[in-house]
Every structure is written in C-alpha cells, then in structure tokens.
C-alpha cells in the first residue's frame, strides 16, 4: 500500500534502481520538493523509504496511487533501463495522467526513439521531455549536468526543478532548455561520445609514457595530478591519477595491472560515430575511441595476432621528461579536436532536425557535474560568445593558438607511437583530421575521378561551373567530358 496518496508531492520518480534512487534523494533534500517515488517491484520502494525517511519520499506501491500523489500539473521523472522498459512506462503512465502533465525520460535513450516518444505522448495532450543526465551515480545524488529537450512550456515547470538539483559550476546551475522533442537526448549523445574520445586519448598517453619511461603506474599518477593544475585540469584527468594509484588488495599489484584490458560501452559512443555518419560529419576521433574499445573486447583475434611481426628495433626514449611533456601537449591537442567534431555534429544535428541550440550554453552545462567536466570549457563558452557562426570550434583563436603551440609535439608522439608499434588511433586520428581541414588540397579529386570511371558518378571542375562526366575509354587520347548540368 501506498505511504501516503494525498496529491502532495510536486515532482515524481519511477524507477528506484542506483542512478533513480540517487536522483530521488537529490530532488528531497532541495528545498521546496516532496518526491514520490514508485518502482515496478515494490521491494526497492520499500527499502528506498526504510533506509532514508529523513527524505520524505510519498511512496506507492501502483501507478495509480502514484499518480494521485503527485500535484498537477503531474511531473514524472522516468528512469528505468532504455528501451523497451521505457515505452512500457510511459504507456503506464500517460493512461493515469492528464493533458498538461509532464512525463520526463532521464535514461540514455537513443534521441531518434525520444523523437518518437514525443510526438505520440503529445497527441495525448501530455508534454514528453527527454533529458540527458550526466555524472553517474554520484551526480544524481550530488548534482548532475542536466540536458532536457521538449516544449518551451513544460520547461517553465521543469526548469526550476531541474536546476535545484543540478550542479553548479561559477554560480551558474548547470541545465539549459536544449530544444524540442529529442535535442537534449541528442546532445547528451554527443557529450558521451566526446567522453569516449577523452578517456582514450588519456589511455593513449598513460600507455606511451609507461612503455616510454617505464615509470610505475604510481609515478605517471604524480604526472596526471600535475596536469590536472593546468589546461588539461578536468575530472577525467583527476580521477586517473586515482585509478593508478590504486593497489590490488589481493595482490599487492597495480590495479591498473590486474583489470583485464577489455573496455566495455554502453551505445551512446557507437550512436554518435552512426549518427555522424548520417549526417555526414567527421568525428574520427571519437569513432577511433569507439573502434579501441571493440579492438580491445576480442580476445581471440588479438590472440591469433600474437606472432605477427612488429618494429625490430627496440623502443627507449632518451629524455623521459621532454617526452612527457611533448604527451601532454599532444593531448591536449587531440582533446581539442574531440571537442570540435562533436560541437560540428550538434551544429548538423540542429540543423537537420530544427533545434536552436545555443553551442555556448551547452559548454556552460558541462562545466560542473558531467564526466567531461573541465577547465577549458569556459573557453568553448567564449569562443562562441564572440562568433556563434563558427564553422569550425578548432578555428576559434584560443584553438587555433594552443594546436599551434602543441602540433610539433604532437607529430613527434604520433610519429614515435608509429615508429615504437604501439596503437594511437586516437592521436592519430585526430592528427590527421587536423591536416586533412587545413590542406588546400586533398586527393579526393582522384575519387571522384574513380567514382566516374566505375559509376558515372559525375564531377565537378575548379574551372567552370556545372557538373561533368567523362566517356572513359581504353585509349586515353579519346578521354571527352560532357557537360551533365
């Protein structure tokens, strides 16, 4: 039985799992909430309300009851696993709910089904918001970086419930109203892509040191906390030091050393790089990361793999601490790119589906709270304060000026990773992203030119406008163009 059904709560829970149950907490211990919860299995309510009833929660054991615990206009925040579990709620939900009341999916799900979701949920007269929350386990209870999407009206309710339990980065909350329907899903896909990217090029750059220097995992750790003091200050750098300094209990080894080296993904990563492809925008960088993780998880072709033949000459690097440095600008370099080819693929993304995001707002809301939290962030911010309109982030001159500074070392790593045999597809990629958006020149005329000789796919010239296919032939003399335009 329900705890308490009187309509006094002003906001609601579903889905009492880790990341629920840490936002419940949240949303009660901010002043002005009372937080209903309810779960599928009415155990997790149970023990949520046992184990904190300095919270207040109004729980119930139905949807129903939990429906008429909520105040209207119904605010329900949904977080259960994506997918099937979240379609199965919201159908539960909008037969108990009125119009004008506001189902809100705060999982991972894949912003084409939020598009979806929203446009049937709204022939019902409810609102359907689907945000993106970001932070794990410890920002939904401590303050998560918040991306919702949906109507402008649903977000004069939500917004202030949202932002007293976002963090705060500067003074400033750290949620802003996306756009509509799947916007906020959408650019929380990005954010988790350019997390792939980061935490690979950081895996990059801990692997080339270690097998460069041979420091100890405990002495790149002191590295890691001396680059979180400057530009490359973020929460990913912070708690990689952390995970290398961390002993195995058991074995008295580095942890580092004994995890099996098979990185795992959850999605968003691969929804990114398909979604880019899509849209057609380049985001190599973060699709390396993703390709790594997928490299690393099959072990039995890396065990086949074992004996192929690799450099002959050993690697030793002569000036451990210029090499380090040159890894840390080559870092920071790469994290640039990873940056500007997701911000290209939320300005594609706002454009093919009609969503005004504000680019700097959502630098702003990844300042606090998110796991790409970091310093330079505000730059971002800046960069689109003084041109919105840039075609490229990488461009901007705070950009521009640090690749400038950091390229030398960062073709020296790439070079050495090369030379040494060791896998930097991140790095590397990113590199050569950088030198294929300033050539003045690239061979993909030669494409074309094949792309015509196979498939009559047409060309364009430089000398004159319209497009052209030529009626290839054995003999090359005979080579005509005919003007298709």
């Given at each position: 039985?329900?705890?308490?059904?009187?309509?006094?709560?002003?906001?609601?829970?579903?889905?009492?799992?880790?990341?629920?149950?840490?936002l419940?907490?949240?949303?009660?211990?901010?002043?002005?909430?009372?937080?209903?919860?309810?779960?599928?299995?009415?155990?997790?309510?149970?023990?949520?309300?046992?184990?904190?009833?300095?919270?207040?929660?109004?729980?119930?054991?139905?949807?129903?009851?939990?429906?008429?615990?909520?105040?209207?206009?119904?605010?329900?925040?949904?977080?259960?696993?994506?997918?099937?579990?979240t379609?199965?709620?919201?159908?539960?939900?909008?037969?108990v709910?009125?119009?004008?009341?506001?189902?809100?999916?705060?999982?991972?799900?894949?912003?084409?089904?939020?598009?979806?979701?929203?446009?049937?949920?709204?022939?019902t007269?409810?609102?359907?918001?689907?945000?993106?929350?970001?932070?794990?386990?410890e920002?939904?209870?401590?303050?998560?970086?918040?991306?919702?999407?949906?109507?402008?009206?649903?977000?004069?309710?939500?917004?202030?419930?949202?932002?007293?339990?976002?963090?705060?980065?500067e003074?400033?909350?750290?949620?802003?109203?996306?756009?509509?329907?799947?916007?906020?899903?959408?650019?929380k896909?990005?954010?988790?892509?350019?997390?792939?990217?980061?935490?690979?090029?950081i895996?990059?750059?801990?692997?080339?040191?270690?097998?460069g220097?041979?420091?100890?995992?405990?002495?790149?750790?002191?590295?890691?906390?001396?680059?979180?003091?400057?530009?490359l200050?973020?929460?990913?750098?912070?708690?990689?030091?952390?995970?290398?300094?961390?002993?195995?209990?058991?074995?008295?080894?580095?942890?580092?050393?004994?995890?099996?080296?098979?990185?795992?993904?959850?999605?968003?990563?691969?929804w990114?790089?398909?979604?880019?492809?899509?849209?057609?925008?380049?985001?190599?960088?973060?699709?390396?990361?993703?390709?790594a993780?997928?490299?690393?998880?099959?072990?039995?072709?890396?065990?086949?793999?074992?004996?192929?033949?690799?450099?002959?000459?050993?690697?030793?690097v002569?000036?451990?601490?210029?090499?380090?440095?040159?890894?840390?600008?080559?870092?920071?370099?790469?994290?640039?790119?990873?940056?500007?080819?997701?911000?290209?693929?939320?300005?594609?993304?706002?454009?093919?589906?009609?969503?005004?995001?504000?680019?700097?707002?959502?630098?702003?809301i990844?300042?606090?709270?998110?796991?790409?939290?970091?310093?330079?962030?505000?730059?971002?911010?800046?960069?689109?304060?003084?041109?919105?309109?840039?075609?490229?982030?990488?461009?901007?001159?705070?950009?521009?000026?640090?690749?400038?500074?950091?390229?030398?070392?960062?073709?020296?790593?790439?070079?050495?990773?090369?030379?040494?045999?060791?896998?930097?597809?991140?790095?590397?990629?990113s590199?050569?992203?950088?030198?294929?958006?300033?050539?003045?020149?690239?061979?993909?005329?030669?494409?074309?030119?094949?792309?015509?000789?196979?498939?009559?796919?047409?060309?364009?010239?430089?000398?004159?406008?319209?497009?052209?296919?030529?009626?290839?032939?054995?003999d090359?003399?005979?080579?005509?163009?005919?003007?298709?335009?």
């Amino acid at each position: 039985m329900a705890e308490n059904a009187a309509a006094t709560a002003n906001i609601g829970v579903v889905g009492l799992a880790v990341m629920g149950s840490n936002l419940a907490r949240n949303l009660a211990s901010r002043e002005g909430n009372t937080v209903a919860v309810y779960n599928r299995s009415y155990e997790k309510t149970e023990t949520l309300l046992s184990e904190h009833p300095e919270a207040g929660f109004v729980g119930s054991s139905t949807v129903e009851e939990f429906a008429a615990s909520l105040q209207t206009p119904r605010t329900a925040i949904i977080m259960v696993k994506a997918g099937a579990g979240t379609d199965a709620v919201i159908d539960q939900l909008t037969a108990v709910f009125e119009p004008g009341d506001i189902i809100v999916d705060g999982g991972n799900a894949l912003f084409t089904d939020t598009i979806r979701r929203e446009k049937a949920v709204r022939e019902t007269g409810i609102h359907f918001v689907g945000a993106g929350i970001s932070g794990g386990e410890e920002g939904a209870l401590n303050g998560p970086s918040i991306m919702p999407g949906g109507s402008k009206e649903s977000y004069e309710t939500l917004g202030p419930i949202l932002s007293s339990i976002a963090a705060v980065a500067e003074g400033e909350p750290c949620v802003t109203h996306v756009g509509t329907d799947g916007a906020g899903h959408f650019v929380k896909m990005i954010h988790n892509g350019i997390e792939y990217a980061d935490m690979q090029l950081i895996a990059e750059a801990y692997d080339l040191i270690r097998r460069g220097t041979g420091k100890s995992p405990a002495e790149i750790a002191d590295v890691f906390a001396e680059w979180n003091t400057g530009e490359l200050e973020s929460y990913l750098i912070e708690i990689t030091a952390e995970v290398l300094r961390q002993v195995d209990a058991e074995t008295g080894k580095p942890l580092v050393d004994v995890i099996v080296d098979q990185a795992g993904a959850k999605g968003t990563g691969a929804w990114t790089v398909q979604t880019a492809l899509d849209l057609g925008i380049p985001v190599s960088g973060i699709a390396e990361a993703v390709f790594a993780r997928s490299l690393s998880s099959k072990p039995a072709q890396r065990a086949a793999a074992t004996d192929l033949p690799g450099p002959s000459d050993a690697w030793t690097v002569d000036d451990p601490e210029t090499f380090i440095e040159d890894v840390r600008r080559a870092l920071y370099a790469s994290k640039i790119i990873a940056y500007s080819q997701g911000f290209d693929e939320i300005v594609a993304g706002a454009e093919q589906y009609g969503w005004d995001i504000q680019k700097g707002e959502i630098a702003k809301i990844w300042r606090g709270g998110c796991i790409i939290r970091a310093q330079f962030l505000n730059r971002i911010t800046e960069a689109y304060a003084e041109n919105d309109g840039l075609v490229a982030l990488v461009t901007a001159p705070y950009f521009r000026d640090a690749v400038a500074g950091a390229q030398d070392s960062w073709r020296r790593v790439v070079a050495t990773a090369a030379h040494a045999g060791i896998p930097a597809p991140a790095f590397s990629s990113s590199l050569s992203y950088y030198d294929g958006l300033r050539a003045d020149r690239l061979p993909a005329a030669l494409v074309q030119g094949q792309r015509d000789f196979f498939g009559a796919h047409t060309y364009k010239r430089i000398d004159k406008d319209g497009t052209f296919h030529t009626l290839w032939s054995g003999d090359r003399s005979e080579i005509s163009a005919v003007d298709t335009h």
